[in-house]
């Protein structure tokens, strides 16, 4: 009990995140996961794939009832939906499904390495200046691929590179964080299976898992999560969302920070 409690203390954490600043969670979770997992000796050689198959289960779940109370105040944009999600989840299912060829070392530096990036990103990339408007299809599409890939590296649902992209392309930011919480939906859901396939005939995981998603860890944090996003939703709609955005990355920097130098 004590640890389905530390998952669902978790899901509470990246819910309401999901709300605020439209991200899935898997950026914060994965190391949690990771370290929750570690220190119950739980699938030792695939810890970071483990976490890594949950917390993408789980993105499909948070990001659901975060962008329901987004949607109802109408800060969705379905039409870039539309057009940014199908390269999303293709990218998102070819680097799931290869998770399983990937030492777990690797994987877990390549988290802190994107995490970093991202982190800097939030701290010191401000809000850019609307410049353009959204590319074409066909653009969108190859953009969409390159997000996918990288949120299938580290499970999250892509909301700090297409938060970014929205408003350099003048999208409010409002808007921006509920359609990257739709976005991150179908890339979820796909990069889910892809962790699912992944780990499906990997030995010494545990009997509750499917694949690389761990069942009993998932259902936990979805009934944390899904509780405090709606309330994450409606301060995003009241506070400036830049000074917390700051601090978010703060947290970033120390959870890869912890994730690098497990494994270096």
């Given at each position: 009990?004590?640890?389905?409690?530390?998952?669902?203390?978790?899901?509470?954490?990246?819910?309401?995140?999901?709300?605020?600043?439209?991200?899935?969670?898997?950026?914060?979770?994965?190391?949690?996961?990771?370290?929750?997992?570690?220190?119950?000796?739980?699938?030792?050689?695939?810890?970071?794939?483990?976490?890594?198959?949950?917390?993408?289960?789980?993105?499909?779940?948070?990001?659901?009832?975060?962008?329901?109370?987004?949607?109802?105040?109408?800060?969705?944009?379905?039409?870039?939906?539309?057009?940014?999600?199908?390269?999303?989840?293709?990218?998102?299912?070819?680097?799931?499904?290869?998770?399983?060829?990937?030492?777990?070392?690797?994987?877990?530096?390549?988290?802190a390495a994107i995490v970093y990036a991202g982190a800097l990103q939030m701290l010191f990339g401000g809000r850019p200046t609307a410049a353009r408007p959204l590319p074409g299809a066909a653009a969108l599409f190859a953009i969409g691929?390159?997000?996918?890939?990288?949120?299938?590296?580290?499970?999250?649902?892509?909301?700090?590179?297409?938060?970014?992209?929205?408003?350099?392309?003048?999208?409010?930011?409002?808007?921006?964080?509920?359609?990257?919480?739709?976005?991150?939906?179908?890339?979820?859901?796909?990069?889910?299976?892809?962790?699912?396939?992944?780990?499906?005939?990997?030995?010494?995981?545990?009997?509750?898992?499917?694949?690389?998603?761990?069942?009993?860890?998932?259902?936990?944090?979805?009934?944390?999560?899904?509780?405090?996003?709606?309330?994450?939703?409606?301060?995003?709609?009241?506070?400036?969302?830049?000074?917390?955005?700051?601090?978010?990355?703060?947290?970033?920097?120390?959870?890869?920070?912890k994730m690098a130098l497990t494994y270096l």
């Amino acid at each position: 009990m004590t640890w389905l409690a530390a998952y669902a203390a978790a899901g509470a954490l990246v819910g309401f995140l999901a709300g605020l600043l439209g991200i899935g969670g898997g950026l914060t979770l994965v190391p949690i996961l990771s370290a929750l997992f570690a220190a119950q000796d739980l699938a030792p050689s695939h810890s970071v794939h483990l976490a890594l198959g949950t917390a993408m289960a789980q993105i499909v779940f948070t990001s659901s009832a975060s962008v329901r109370a987004h949607h109802q105040r109408r800060a969705v944009d379905w039409h870039i939906v539309q057009r940014l999600a199908p390269g999303m989840v293709l990218g998102s299912l070819l680097s799931t499904l290869a998770s399983g060829l990937v030492s777990q070392r690797m994987l877990a530096l390549a988290f802190a390495a994107i995490v970093y990036a991202g982190a800097l990103q939030m701290l010191f990339g401000g809000r850019p200046t609307a410049a353009r408007p959204l590319p074409g299809a066909a653009a969108l599409f190859a953009i969409g691929i390159l997000i996918g890939v990288v949120c299938g590296l580290v499970s999250a649902g892509g909301a700090f590179m297409t938060v970014p992209l929205m408003l350099y392309c003048g999208v409010p930011l409002v808007t921006a964080i509920g359609t990257a919480a739709a976005l991150g939906i179908p890339t979820a859901a796909i990069g889910a299976l892809g962790f699912v396939a992944s780990g499906w005939r990997i030995d010494g995981l545990p009997s509750a898992s499917l694949g690389f998603v761990y069942l009993p860890a998932l259902a936990a944090l979805v009934a944390g999560s899904v509780t405090t996003a709606p309330l994450g939703v409606r301060l995003a709609h009241r506070l400036p969302v830049a000074t917390l955005k700051r601090v978010f990355a703060l947290l970033l920097f120390a959870l890869a920070t912890k994730m690098a130098l497990t494994y270096l």
